[in-house]
């Protein structure tokens, strides 16, 4: 057989990215699709198949031989049935995505959720490579995380494992978008970040202000960012320090739109959660090395394990 690949999409609500990635991880071609959501759930499921199979073909063009399809999309992933269950974002409901590609593209598929595999990829070939046990946290306009044990992402009973972001953090906190107050991701994620701000900042001129630029304007010594900041970074402190109790991993990586802070996060929320460790380890806590493509290798990650490539874990 000629060189293997697999064919590998990272489906998000406005665009997809793809690539065909080597049995080592390493991406060969890389493209990037609009997912044009509001053409409905049909349509989309259409433009996945369509990219996945024009990629297939270039890789035979090119002499290589597609292997497996893997496939990341948000929401809800019934990663044993294969079946896209619910996403706000993209429009799915019970799309039954891993038959509909084996049926058009003929190629053994797998799918997953966007941030697991997103985790998958940090722990194997990004920040937490080598260290085993791993607690990826994306924290974007919401906050999730993906617990990767050895190589392998926990998917919960229900396909739902990792829901960091409705940790209770603050009883008398706002209301989260699950309808409870005082959840982590009603405190911390990056669209909480900027409510609180704008709320704090009452009616003056510039209340409406990105999560991004509070965490500017903290750095820069300005007093109310530099409180909301604080506040973000204690209540993240306290899911964190819970995900530790739960799964004592050795590294915390952080991802998604926050962690791009840099050290305006990461060293305040050390500080933070070493005040929290008691009898705990300490985690590392490191930023995200993959960017946006962590959830396109991730996808391949889980087509390469669907065939059972051997070589593209590292060793340990
Ligand atoms: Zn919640």
Not at 78 to 97: I, T
Not at 119 to 138: I, P, Q
Not at 212 to 221: F, T
């Amino acid at each position: 057989m000629s060189d293997p690949v697999v064919v590998a999409l990272d489906v998000g609500g406005t665009g997809m990215k793809c690539a065909l990635v080597r049995p080592d991880g390493v991406a060969i071609r890389t493209e990037r699709h609009p997912t044009d959501a509001a053409r409905g759930p049909a349509a989309v499921v259409d433009t996945i198949l369509e990219v996945a199979g024009g990629l297939a073909d270039k890789a035979r063009a090119d002499g290589l031989t597609p292997i497996a399809v893997g496939i990341a999309v948000p929401g809800v992933v019934d990663e044993a049935r294969g079946v896209a269950v619910w996403s706000a974002n993209v429009g799915f409901r019970d799309v039954p995505l891993r038959d509909l590609a084996v049926t058009r593209l003929g190629l053994p598929t797998a799918i997953g959720h966007d941030v697991r595999v997103g985790g998958l990829a940090e722990a194997r070939l990004g920040a937490g490579r080598g260290t085993g046990h791993v607690l990826f946290v994306a924290i974007g306009t919401g906050i999730a995380a993906a617990h990767v044990v050895d190589g392998t992402a926990a998917v919960g009973a229900h396909g739902a494992a990792g829901e960091i972001g409705h940790i209770l953090v603050r009883p008398d906190g706002p209301r989260c978008g699950c309808g409870r107050p005082g959840c982590l991701e009603a405190m911390a994620s990056a669209a909480a970040i900027g409510r609180r701000y704008a709320e704090l900042a009452g009616g003056t001129a510039d209340a409406s202000v990105t999560a991004a630029q509070v965490a500017e304007r903290a750095a820069a010594g300005e007093p109310l960012a530099g409180r909301v900041w604080q506040e973000a970074v204690e209540a993240l402190a306290d899911g964190l320090a819970t995900g530790q109790a739960l799964f004592d991993v050795a590294t915390i990586v952080l991802g998604g739109g926050l962690a791009q802070a840099g050290d305006g996060l990461l060293t305040p929320l050390r500080a933070a959660l070493h005040e929290r460790m008691t009898f705990h380890r300490e985690p590392q806590l490191v930023a995200a090395a993959l960017g946006d493509e962590a959830g396109c290798l991730g996808a391949a990650l889980l087509a390469l394990d669907a065939v059972r490539v051997p070589d593209h874990q590292e060793k340990r």
